[in-house]
C-alpha cells in the first residue's frame, strides 16, 4: 500500500452512536469530516469529545440518507477521505433480536456498502454483531456486502473479536470488517490474553450513590415468582429475577452490556459484598438456598444493598475515557453506551487501518 502523505489524514462517521469507533481513529490523528447519527443525544456526546481533538466541528447529518444523497449529486465537497467506519443498525442481526434477514434495519449495510464504493476511501471499517458475518441465515446479506466491496476493488478481512481481549472489561463479541483500496488484508494485533475484570474497573471509580457515579433509576431487584436454575452452576447462569438483567461477577470480565439497560434490566451487584460488609453477596447465597431447594424469595426478602449499575459504571465498563461525558436523559445515557464500540478495541483498530495506511508494520 502507498504510505500516507503528509496531508491531514481525514475520516467520515457513519451510524456514529456516540462515537465509540471513531475515538481511536481521532487518537491517531485523523479529522473527522462528517457523521451521520439520528439520535440528537448520542451526536452531542459524539461532538463533545471531538472537540479534544480537532477544532472545526464536523459536518452533521441526522440521517445517513442524506448524506448519502450529497456524495451521489457531488455536494459532500471533501476531495479525500482515508477511512469510513461505522456501525450500521445491528437488530436485525443480533441474538437478542428476531434475527430476521428481511429486517428493515438489515438493509443500512447496504447503504454503508454505497457510501464506501461512491466515496472510495483508501480504508473502511465496519463494525456489528458477530452473527451477522457468522450465521447461516445471514450469509446472503454477508456474502453479498463482502462482493459489493470486492467488486468496488477493496481487500477485504472480516475479524470476530471478544472486546475483552483487547482491553475492555467487559465481554463482546462483534464481527469487524476492514476493506483496503490498495494493500493487503489488514489483521488485528493478537491479543495478550489479559481480562480486566469488574472490580478492577470499580475500584477506579467513587463509591456508588456520591459524584462521579450517581447517574441510576435507582430500580430495585425483584425476585423471579418461577426462578429457573436447572443446571446452573453458580449465581452467574439460571434466571431467578425478573427482567434480562443479571448479577456481575467481580472476579471476571462483565457480560455484554445492551441498549436496553434502563429501568428493572440492567446487570446488579450487592453493595454490601462490594464494601465488604459481608463475606458473600444476596445473589450467591439466593442461589445456594435455591439450589438446595429453598422456596422463592419475595421483593421484601431482597435487601436494599442489591441494586442495578449506574452509567458511570456501565460507562467504564464499557472503557470510556473521562472526555467522554454523556448527553441526554437517563435512559438514553445507558442506550449510548449499550450501542456503543469500547474505545479499547476502537484504538486497536485504528492502529492496524493507521499502520497500513501510513505503510507501518503493527
Known amino acids: 500500500m502507498t504510505?500516507?502523505?503528509?496531508?491531514?489524514?481525514?475520516?467520515?462517521s457513519l451510524y456514529s452512536g456516540l462515537g465509540g469507533l471513531d475515538y481511536g481513529f481521532a487518537q491517531h490523528g485523523y479529522r473527522t469530516l462528517a457523521t451521520a447519527e439520528a439520535d440528537k443525544h448520542a451526536a452531542a456526546t459524539h461532538h463533545n469529545w471531538l472537540t479534544h481533538f480537532q477544532d472545526e466541528a464536523p459536518q452533521h447529518y441526522s440521517?445517513?440518507?442524506?448524506?448519502?444523497?450529497d456524495v451521489e449529486?457531488?455536494?459532500?465537497?471533501?476531495?479525500?477521505?482515508?477511512?469510513?467506519?461505522?456501525?450500521?443498525?445491528?437488530?436485525?442481526?443480533?441474538?437478542?433480536?428476531?434475527?430476521?434477514?428481511n429486517d428493515p434495519r438489515s438493509a443500512h449495510v447496504h447503504v454503508f456498502m454505497d457510501v464506501v464504493a461512491a466515496v472510495k476511501p483508501r480504508a473502511f471499517v465496519m463494525e456489528n454483531v458477530s452473527t451477522l458475518a457468522t450465521g447461516a441465515r445471514?450469509?446472503?446479506?454477508?456474502?453479498?456486502?463482502?462482493a459489493r466491496a470486492e467488486t468496488a476493488g477493496y481487500t477485504v478481512a472480516t475479524h470476530i473479536v471478544d472486546a475483552a481481549d483487547y482491553g475492555t472489561p467487559q465481554h463482546r463479541k462483534r464481527a469487524i470488517i476492514i476493506g483496503t483500496l490498495d494493500g493487503e488484508a489488514i489483521e488485528m494485533?493478537?491479543?495478550?490474553?489479559?481480562?480486566?475484570?469488574?472490580?478492577?474497573?470499580?475500584?477506579?471509580?467513587?463509591?456508588?450513590?456520591?459524584p462521579g457515579n450517581d447517574t441510576h433509576y435507582g430500580c430495585r431487584v425483584i425476585p423471579s415468582k418461577r426462578p429457573v436454575i436447572g443446571r446452573a452452576r453458580n449465581p452467574y447462569q439460571g434466571i431467578f429475577?425478573?427482567?434480562?438483567?443479571?448479577?456481575?461477577?467481580?472476579?471476571?470480565?462483565?457480560?455484554?452490556?445492551?441498549?436496553?439497560?434502563?429501568?428493572?434490566?440492567?446487570?446488579?451487584?450487592?453493595?454490601?459484598?462490594?464494601?465488604?460488609?459481608?463475606?458473600?453477596?444476596?445473589?450467591?447465597?439466593?442461589?445456594?438456598?435455591?439450589?438446595?431447594?429453598?422456596?422463592?424469595a419475595t421483593a421484601a426478602d431482597v435487601p436494599a444493598t442489591?441494586?442495578?449499575?449506574?452509567?458511570?459504571?456501565?460507562?467504564?465498563?464499557?472503557?470510556?475515557?473521562?472526555i467522554m461525558a454523556l448527553h441526554g436523559p437517563v435512559a438514553s445515557q445507558y442506550r449510548q453506551i449499550g450501542n456503543c464500540v469500547p474505545p479499547p478495541l476502537s484504538q486497536t483498530i485504528s492502529m492496524a487501518v493507521d499502520g497500513a495506511l501510513c505503510g507501518v508494520a503493527v
Open 3 to 12: 504510505p500516507h502523505t503528509e496531508s491531514p489524514k481525514t475520516m467520515i
Open 63 to 69: 440521517d445517513v440518507l442524506e448524506l448519502q444523497a
Open 73 to 101: 449529486n457531488g455536494t459532500l465537497g471533501f476531495p479525500q477521505v482515508d477511512v469510513i467506519a461505522g456501525g450500521p443498525p445491528c437488530q436485525g442481526f443480533s441474538r437478542a433480536g428476531a434475527q430476521d434477514p
Open 138 to 146: 445471514f450469509s446472503e446479506v454477508y456474502e453479498t456486502f463482502i
Open 189 to 210: 494485533p493478537a491479543s495478550d490474553g489479559q481480562h480486566m475484570t469488574v472490580a478492577e474497573v470499580f475500584a477506579t471509580l467513587p463509591r456508588f450513590g456520591t
Open 241 to 296: 429475577v425478573n427482567g434480562p438483567g443479571r448479577p456481575l461477577d467481580m472476579d471476571r470480565p462483565s457480560r455484554t452490556l445492551t441498549a436496553n439497560m434502563d429501568g428493572g434490566r440492567g446487570p446488579f451487584v450487592d453493595q454490601a459484598f462490594l464494601d465488604g460488609e459481608c463475606d458473600t453477596s444476596w445473589h450467591g447465597d439466593y442461589f445456594d438456598h435455591l439450589k438446595s431447594g429453598g422456596e422463592p
Open 306 to 322: 442489591v441494586r442495578r449499575i449506574s452509567v458511570e459504571e456501565a460507562a467504564a465498563l464499557t472503557g470510556f475515557p473521562p
